[in-house]
């Protein structure tokens, strides 16, 4: 069970560490943003990896939470007047029960039916998030459809440094829950799940229940996610909902090596960054994100990591530390011969 | 001016033609290939696009657009078949994200060659009918060649040779040891079946407004045909896409094209979770 976790703390440590530094030396305000907002697609990228890598559950719906949080983030402080953090606190709870409530419908399902459930899901709540509109608190004017609703934040604009900050800590403290969790005995039994449903079944597991359990953490830190780039942002859009922003969540997970956590939240900030700082049209960035992933899919079905992983096997690097050093790539690249 | 009723009905009857000639190729890759095609609304989005083009250029006719739409999805479906779908088939994770990978790519891509805007094609001036109803020609158009080319689908399926597709999708196996080339026929029935997609999407495409990701609502029109009606017979998958596409004009009339879209999405979701083993098919398969 030691494939939670691929290149151990030290590398870990040194890139929190040049993370922490970036900033000091006085980069763009643009690349600044470009990290911040990366940080927290990472964090969301790592919990469609709870769901979809530790348990299997293949979701193509996961923007459904992420933007339900941040469209209850805006409601709620711009049309309610609550104050932002009982907002966002009450934002995170409505994305957990979003996720059991996803959990619950797509349970039963098997295979490639739990990715047509959550896409049609998904797409629903964007469809209702573009036709709906909300009125202002004084009626003079409407919000909702693509242009999405402000949140009434306590400052006027986000300096820059904090905001860099606060979402590489919330990186670091959601990756490091998201690890511990698919480390511990739950987490074991999801990928027991994930592997092969029949077996846990017939070992006395409760699939359905442990399903609605993945469903509901992953998309608890995915409305963390969706709060705090709602925040940073300060506004909710309809692309929170998208297609697009579910499918890049599984390009990250894909591409970093599904099931380990530190894969998509490393890949999400590399391709993110990458993409974004070439300031490429949006439609030719989503364009290069599914090339990325076609790619990733069918060369390296275990993704950075599982592919690290194996080529360190071959090249017998890593002598006799962990004997089990293999399985990941296979639990990683499933239909390996 | 006729009843909106009876235009709504008309209207639907030549939509529901060229969507059964899409949930048909759906149900061919389902039973063949036996995989959910998620990029099947892209190859409907680019026989539009093809017509759109074709249009542009002062060559308005469905009939002229439909075939070579049809030829070039068959080659972009070839490839696709050929070089990714087959070789991950067994991959529960790959196939459903790796389909919907090259439907985003395509949206992406005609975004990037046409713009977001919608389009629109002129064909002409429609024939007035009995009691104002307005006949459109490329309404007719479509609906008799995709009932033509359904024909053509039923009676090779159940003749000599449509043999070794019945036979693949019945037992893979069996073929392959009869000598049967199972990969080619697999990649050759994914072509085709997306060149049945590009050519339903370039016979619809003056229906409405050509755009990135028109594709997507006959995706899923496509996908409740194949869990309602099955892929055994192409009379219930016709008669059932008619119903659809009338269905989908009534909430497009009526209410907002949005609409119908999210009443195709409610249809998938409410379906699943009724009949949770989804296509027969595929529930029988272990992944």
Known sequence: MNNAAPFRGGWLAAGIGLLLLFPLSSPDAFFLDVFTTGFLLAAFAASWDVVGGLSGQITLGHALPFGAAAYACAVLTTLAGWPLPLAVAAAVLLAVAVGAGIGALSAPLAGPFVALLTLALGEIAHEVAVGHTFFSGTGGYAWGGEGGIPVALPWRDAPPFPSYYAALGFLCLASFGMLRFSRSGMGLILRAVAGSPVTAQASGIPIARFKRLAFAVGSGFAGAAGAGFVVHVGRATAADLSLELSFQAATFAAVGGRGTIVGPVVAALVLHVLFQGLSLHPSARVLLYALTLLVALRFFPGGVVGTARYLASRLGRREGARPPRRRGRNRNGEGTP | ?287
């Open chain 2, 1 to 287: 001016m006729a009843s909106p009723l009876s235009q709504v009905l008309l209207d639907g009857l030549f939509a529901g033609g060229a969507y059964a000639l899409m949930a048909a190729g759906m149900a061919l890759i389902l039973g063949v290939v036996k995989v959910i095609n998620l990029s099947h609304g892209a190859f409907f989005t680019l026989g539009a696009y093809v017509a759109y083009a074709l249009a542009a250029r002062g060559i308005g006719s469905p009939i002229a657009a439909a075939p070579l739409a049809a030829v070039i999805a068959f080659a972009f479906g070839i490839f696709l078949g050929k070089s990714f779908v087959n070789p991950v088939r067994s991959h529960p994770f790959a196939l459903p994200v790796g389909t919907l990978a090259c439907a985003l790519l395509f949206e992406q891509a005609a975004q990037l060659l046409w713009g977001p805007h919608p389009l629109s094609i002129e064909t002409g001036a429609p024939w007035i009918g009995p009691g104002g109803l307005v006949v459109r020609r490329w309404g007719v158009v479509a609906f008799l060649s995709s009932a033509a080319l359904l024909g053509g689908l039923k009676w090779v399926l159940s003749s000599r040779p449509g043999l070794p597709l019945r036979l693949i999708a019945e037992d893979e196996e069996i073929a392959g040891s009869l000598g049967m080339d199972v990969e080619a026929i697999r990649y050759l029935t994914f072509g085709g079946a997306c060149a049945m997609a590009a050519a339903a999407g370039a016979l619809l495409s003056p229906s409405g407004a050509v755009t990135p990701t028109m594709g997507r609502a006959p995706l899923l029109l496509s996908l409740v045909v194949v869990i309602v009606a099955g892929m055994d017979s192409v009379e219930a998958i016709f008669l059932l896409s008619i119903g659809l596409g009338i269905f989908g004009n009534a909430c497009a009339w009526f209410l907002s094209p949005q609409w119908s879209y999210v009443a195709l999405l409610a249809a998938v979701c409410l379906l699943l979770s009724v009949r949770p083993a989804g296509i027969v098919v595929l529930a029988g398969r272990r992944d």
